[in-house]
């Protein structure tokens, strides 16, 4: 079934992210032009499975927006619930980080100090 507008061909992740992932998994292993765009073909119809059925979860429960929750209901209704645990840690992380980003944001804008004026500070203590 090949798809006139290419638009699913299109949609992979980039290489370049799948060669760092293989990089850092197994550093002393090497793996071949062929198996690269392997994992790259698995990864992305991993992705599409599992969003399609996060979405048919979440517009079961008449919701327009995919939650962690549907995703993780869809990993279990898809037989990956021994992802489910590891699925978990990761979004606290997620959470946690983006906190502390919405932390370091607000506390930059409530100095006062105009942007420019903080560069300009920068800039003499690099000076020093």
Known sequence: MAS????????????????????????????AND??????NCCTEFIHLISSEANEI????????ISPEHVIQALESLGFGSY???VKEVLQ?????????RKASSRLENL???EEELLRQQQELFAQ
């Open 4 to 31: 006139s507008s290419g638009n699913d061909d299109d949609l992979t992740i980039p290489r370049a992210a799948i060669n760092k992932m293989i990089k850092e998994t197994l550093p002393n292993v090497r793996v």
């Open 35 to 40: 198996a690269r765009e392997l994992v790259v």
């Open 58 to 65: 979440c517009n079961k429960s008449e919701k327009k927006t």
């Open 84 to 86: 489910i645990s590891e």
């Open 93 to 101: 992380e997620c959470k946690t980080v983006a906190l502390k980003r």
């Open 112 to 114: 006062g100090i105009p």
